[in-house]
């Protein structure tokens, strides 16, 4: 069973930065697209980011864009959420995904393994 364990959430003022990772006990982690999302209280789980297996493909949310940035490092199997300039809005429990594809998709349902969850709380 593949195992996803996401770190680095925390409470922010608003204009500040958090760098979310995304560990994972997949070994064959590097032939894998990766994703991000998340839920805020009230409403659904949304679409973040996703990246290829080697990480040239990305693709962001249009409320990101610009200020987040995916990444990964295959030798070390983990996935990163760089957040800058973070918002009220941003507000959310962050989620990593890992997609048995290498390819990259904004559709939750094309997600195989989810994480438990990272909170991220922006204070205006």
């Known amino acids: 069973q593949v195992q996803l364990v996401e770190s680095g959430g925390g409470s922010v003022q608003a204009g500040g930065s958090l760098r979310l990772s995304c560990a994972t006990s997949?070994?064959?982690?590097?032939?894998?697209?990766m994703g991000w999302f998340r839920q805020a209280p009230g409403k659904p789980r949304e679409f973040v980011a996703t990246i290829s297996w080697s990480g040239a493909g990305a693709y962001y949310a249009d409320s990101v864009k610009g200020r987040f940035t995916i990444s990964r490092d295959n030798a070390k199997n983990t996935a990163y959420l760089q957040m800058n300039n973070l918002k009220a809005e941003d507000t959310a429990i962050y989620y990593c995904a890992l997609r048995r594809t290498r390819w990259i998709t904004t559709s939750q349902d094309e997600y195989n393994y989810w994480g438990q969850g990272t909170q991220v709380t922006v204070s205006s």
């Open positions: 997949e070994r064959t982690f590097s032939s894998y697209g």
